[in-house]
């Protein structure tokens, strides 16, 4: 059974850092792209960072410049360094791994279980 499991949510004022972890645990072959996804209330899930087994990237313009993504391939976990956040930042943050199990050919995207994010004075 793979697990992600993500820690580092909380709440911080407008201009503050917070840094999100996520670890992928269980049975695993090989992790391919990881990532993290966000939710605002209201709001459809979108992305947030995206990183593959490369080290190749890819940010949302909104976050641009102020988040970075990041992954230890031997601990199979995957960071985001957030900073000069602002109140439209706020949302549940999901961590995402796209893997392949031992127990399959095939690869499959999983999902970690969220983490609040809440900006605010």
């Known amino acids: 059974q793979v697990q992600l499991v993500e820690s580092g949510g909380g709440l911080v004022q407008p201009g503050g850092s917070l840094r999100l972890s996520c670890a992928v645990s269980?049975?695993?072959?090989?992790?391919?792209?990881m990532g993290w996804y966000r939710q605002a209330p209201g709001k459809e899930r979108e992305l947030v960072a995206r990183?593959?087994?490369?080290?190749?990237?890819l940010y949302a313009e909104s976050v641009k410049g102020r988040f970075t993504i990041s992954r230890d391939n031997a601990k199979n976990t995957v960071y985001l360094q957030m900073s000069s956040l602002k109140p439209e930042d706020t949302a549940v943050y999901y961590c995402?791994?796209?893997?392949?199990?031992?127990?399959?050919?095939?690869?499959?995207?999983?999902w970690g279980q969220g983490t609040q994010v809440t900006v605010s004075s």
């Open positions: 995402n791994a796209n893997l392949r199990s031992r127990t399959s050919y095939f690869s499959s995207d999983k």
């Open positions: 269980g049975s695993i072959a090989t992790v391919y792209g």
């Open positions: 990183i593959v087994i490369t080290g190749s990237t």
